[in-house]
């Protein structure tokens, strides 16, 4: 349901990651791969000075493939060119101290890349054996953190095991036998249920060391690989004179496969490979601000505009009064002069429906049949209310109550839920109902203009008389909705459809903001309420204007800065509550993998501010 909804909106969810890729590696000025930093070292270079970063590729010496033993001791005698960036295996050791070797050789970058191989570790701690062998077992990578069954599983029965070597440890050539999309890989031969590849995105598995006994023998438990970037923290352990200067990056498993074979495949040919590892690209201003900024004074300006309808139409009534008033003054002065007397009536004798101020028909009312008229339940003269200072008080007052509520109680979805279905019908009243009405009258379509004849006030009154539950019904329906037309119904379930489907998309998608439709349906439904409100809402007096301002000012203070400095574990309750509960309380990474999990849940933004996301900024942020 999910994937026909996203298919429908043309707007598939955007992947979040824990870690976030903000560098690149780019092989030969063509391929590029994403990359993350680390806490040590210097940064990459900048985006703008990518250009001039051109550095060759190497690997490890042969009898340190990982890079950690200490290079003072010995590998004096392996160096690197100057101008090298060195690929170099995730495992054994800590990611500060490949960089710390790797810059003691002599390279000017390092590039660690994941493994599966990293994931199994070999303790040799333990006892020497009874055979007089040295003792050991191996340490199988964690589930959940490692790896996830639910992505992909497979039962590796004994005879096909036989061709993987766990001997003190996991050996590389296991790779050729656990990776890949061909049937080689033993998982995607052995897949339970789902086919493995349909499920597992990085078409690796790890062996569990699980072992399980059916009727066909013994099998290996194997599920589905993370491959995801990591951060490269530091070493508070390692203890050195030296620092590390030189920029640290890490690559996924998946990227680190393409990496190698250009290598593999320059080493076979006797090419150079050239690298260049830089930041990405992140632009200096942020136009969505501007963006944002014109799009609010827009709706200002234009639900300014609509409030001052009734104003305009006063001023046009007056306008058109004087002309007549002139056109009949002038009629006068011509009839006089030809030697007939016309006496002009007294004000007297003006009736009070002459001397009301006149008020000029809309171009609706002028092209639309008189019988369709009254068709609609949005009325010709918009709701108004004028507010008074109790008014601004009262606001303040249930704000703040509705605040603490949502604090104490984390009921952040009685929000959505609200948001959706009310600007649902702004969303009815300012667009849907009034483009549908304006286009069947282009068409002169009357059809869907005309009320339902059993729902007109004749029809309701007549059954009513006869008595019994439908006669009850129709003229209950009628005190409460009114006259009812097939463009109200059409454009009830267009708008509460969209809400429906925004509604649905903020609970079931993680993160929602990253899709289009979210946020552009987020946006439109905000404006259509602000222009509703606004053109509701009459400030008549500049009192009413500084009360509701000066309180809303004191209102801000308080619930963002003083806050803080009030509730238990010092949290502003209106970052709280605007961050539907602050930040997730687990670990990114595992939010990365788990989006739904109870402590992966807030830091989504409530559906209060328009929301435009920043352009070209792989950052995101609005």
Same mark, same amino acid.
């Given at each position: 349901?999910?994937?026909?909804?996203?298919?429908?909106?043309?707007?598939?969810?955007?992947?979040?990651?824990?870690?976030?890729?903000?560098?690149?590696?780019?092989?030969?000025?063509?391929?590029?791969?994403?990359?993350?930093?680390?806490?040590?070292?210097?940064?990459?270079?900048?985006?703008?000075?990518?250009?001039?970063?051109?550095?060759?590729?190497?690997?490890?010496?042969?009898?340190?493939?990982?890079?950690?033993?200490?290079?003072?001791?010995?590998?004096?005698?392996?160096?690197? *060119?100057?101008?090298?960036?060195?690929?170099?295996?995730?495992?054994?050791?800590?990611?500060?101290?490949?960089?710390?070797?790797?810059?003691?050789?002599?390279?000017?970058?390092?590039?660690?890349?994941?493994?599966?191989?990293?994931?199994?570790?070999?303790?040799?701690?333990?006892?020497?054996?009874?055979?007089?062998?040295?003792?050991?077992?191996?340490?199988?990578?964690?589930?959940?953190?490692?790896?996830?069954?639910?992505?992909?599983?497979?039962?590796?029965?004994?005879?096909?095991?036989?061709?993987?070597?766990?001997?003190?440890?996991?050996?590389?050539?296991?790779?050729?036998?656990?990776?890949?999309?061909?049937?080689?890989?033993?998982?995607?031969?052995?897949?339970?249920?789902?086919?493995?590849?349909?499920?597992?995105?990085?078409?690796?598995?790890?062996?569990?060391?699980?072992?399980?006994?059916?009727?066909?023998?013994?099998?290996?438990?194997?599920?589905?690989?993370?491959?995801?970037?990591?951060?490269?923290?530091?070493?508070?352990?390692?203890?050195?004179?030296?620092?590390?200067?030189?920029?640290?990056?890490?690559?996924?498993? +998946?990227?680190?496969?393409?990496?190698?074979?250009?290598?593999?495949?320059?080493?076979? %040919?006797?090419?150079?490979?050239?690298?260049?590892?830089?930041? %990405?690209?992140?632009?200096?201003?942020?136009?969505?601000?501007?963006?944002?900024?014109?799009?609010?004074?827009?709706?200002?300006?234009?639900?300014?505009?609509?409030?001052?309808? +009734?104003?305009?139409?006063?001023?046009?009534?007056?306008?058109?009064?004087?002309?007549?008033?002139? *056109?009949?003054?002038?009629?006068?002065?011509?009839?006089?002069?030809?030697?007939?007397?016309?006496?002009?009536?007294?004000?007297?004798?003006?009736?009070?429906?002459? %001397?009301?101020?006149?008020?000029?028909?809309?171009?609706?009312?002028?092209?639309?049949?008189?019988?369709?008229?009254?068709?609609?339940?949005?009325?010709?003269?918009?709701?108004?209310?004028?507010?008074?200072?109790?008014? *601004?008080?009262?606001?303040?007052?249930?704000?703040?109550?509705?605040?603490?509520?949502?604090?104490?109680?984390?009921?952040?979805?009685?929000?959505?839920?609200?948001?959706?279905?009310?600007?649902?019908?702004?969303?009815?009243?300012?667009?849907?109902?009034?483009?549908?009405?304006?286009?069947?009258?282009?068409?002169?379509?009357?059809?869907?203009?005309?009320?339902?004849?059993?729902?007109?006030?004749?029809?309701?009154?007549?059954?009513?008389? %006869?008595?019994?539950?439908?006669?009850?019904?129709?003229?209950?329906?009628?005190?409460?909705?009114?006259?009812?037309?097939?463009?109200?119904?059409?454009?009830?379930?267009?708008?509460?459809?969209?809400?429906?489907?925004?509604?649905?998309?903020?609970?079931?998608?993680?993160?929602?903001?990253?899709?289009?439709?979210?946020?552009?349906?987020?946006?439109?439904?905000? #404006?259509?309420?602000?222009?509703?409100?606004?053109?509701?809402?009459?400030?008549?007096?500049?009192?009413?204007?500084?009360?509701?301002?000066?309180?809303?000012?004191?209102?801000?203070?308080?619930?963002?800065?003083?806050?803080?400095?009030?509730?238990?574990?010092?949290?502003?309750?209106?970052?709280?509550?605007? #961050?539907?509960?602050?930040?997730?309380?687990?670990?990114?990474?595992?939010?990365?993998?788990?989006?739904?999990?109870?402590?992966?849940?807030?830091?989504?933004?409530?559906?209060?501010?328009? *929301?435009?996301?920043?352009?070209?900024?792989?950052?995101?942020?609005?």
């Amino acid at each position: 349901m999910k994937s026909l909804l996203h298919l429908v909106l043309l707007t598939p969810p955007l992947l979040t990651h824990a870690i976030l890729p903000t560098a690149i590696v780019q092989i030969n000025n063509d391929i590029s791969l994403y990359a993350s930093q680390a806490s040590f070292g210097s940064s990459p270079p900048a985006y703008s000075d990518r250009a001039s970063i051109q550095w060759g590729a190497a690997l490890p010496p042969s009898d340190d493939a990982l890079l950690c033993s200490d290079t003072a001791n010995t590998n004096n005698n392996v160096n690197v *060119a100057p101008g090298v960036a060195m690929v170099v295996p995730r495992g054994e050791c800590s990611f500060q101290r490949k960089a710390l070797n790797a810059q003691k050789m002599g390279a000017s970058a390092i590039i660690i890349y994941g493994t599966l191989s990293s994931r199994y570790t070999w303790n040799a701690t333990t006892d020497v054996n009874d055979a007089g062998g040295e003792g050991g077992e191996m340490i199988w990578p964690a589930d959940k953190f490692d790896y996830d069954c639910d992505h992909g599983s497979a039962s590796i029965p004994a005879s096909d095991y036989a061709k993987l070597d766990f001997y003190r440890g996991y050996n590389a050539q296991n790779d050729g036998f656990l990776s890949g999309t061909s049937p080689q890989n033993l998982c995607v031969q052995h897949s339970e249920e789902a086919p493995f590849l349909e499920k597992c995105a990085s078409n690796k598995c790890l062996v569990t060391g699980e072992n399980v006994t059916t009727p066909q023998g013994l099998t290996h438990k194997a599920c589905c690989a993370w491959d995801l970037h990591v951060w490269l923290y530091g070493d508070s352990s390692l203890v050195e004179d030296e620092a590390v200067v030189i920029p640290a990056v890490y690559i996924t498993m +998946e990227e680190s496969e393409i990496l190698l074979d250009v290598m593999r495949g320059a080493s076979d %040919r006797g090419d150079p490979v050239t690298l260049s590892v830089y930041e %990405r690209y992140v632009p200096q201003y942020n136009f969505s601000a501007v963006l944002i900024w014109a799009f609010g004074v827009f709706v200002a300006w234009i639900a300014s505009y609509m409030s001052s309808g +009734e104003y305009r139409r006063v001023w046009k009534g007056v306008e058109r009064q004087r002309s007549l008033n002139d *056109a009949g003054s002038g009629s006068i002065v011509r009839s006089n002069a030809a030697g007939r007397s016309s006496p002009r009536p007294s004000n007297s004798a003006i009736s009070s429906e002459e %001397r009301g101020v006149y008020r000029a028909p809309s171009e609706q009312e002028r092209t639309t049949p008189v019988n369709s008229r009254t068709t609609s339940n949005v009325s010709e003269d918009p709701e108004s209310l004028e507010l008074t200072p109790m008014h *601004a008080l009262g606001f303040i007052v249930m704000a703040s109550i509705s605040l603490l509520v949502l604090f104490f109680f984390k009921i952040y979805n009685v929000v959505k839920i609200m948001y959706a279905f009310g600007c649902s019908g702004a969303f009815m009243q300012i667009v849907v109902h009034p483009g549908f009405t304006a286009l069947f009258v282009r068409m002169r379509w009357e059809g869907p203009l005309r009320p339902f004849e059993c729902l007109t006030e004749e029809k309701a009154s007549r059954e009513a008389a %006869r008595g019994g539950w439908k006669g009850q019904l129709l003229m209950c329906l009628w005190d409460f909705l009114g006259p009812i037309a097939p463009v109200d119904i059409v454009s009830v379930i267009l708008s509460y459809g969209m809400g429906a489907s925004w509604l649905y998309v903020a609970f079931t998608v993680p993160h929602p903001d990253t899709l289009v439709f979210y946020w552009v349906v987020q946006d439109i439904f905000g #404006t259509c309420m602000c222009i509703l409100f606004l053109s509701t809402i009459k400030l008549n007096s500049i009192k009413v204007a500084a009360t509701l301002l000066t309180v809303a000012f004191f209102y801000d203070i308080f619930f963002v800065f003083v806050t803080p400095l009030l509730t238990k574990h010092g949290e502003s309750i209106m970052v709280n509550v605007a #961050t539907t509960g602050g930040p997730p309380k687990a670990d990114p990474s595992w939010c990365e993998k788990y989006p739904f999990d109870a402590d992966c849940k807030g830091g989504d933004p409530l559906p209060m501010l328009f *929301a435009i996301p920043r352009i070209g900024d792989y950052q995101g942020g609005w």
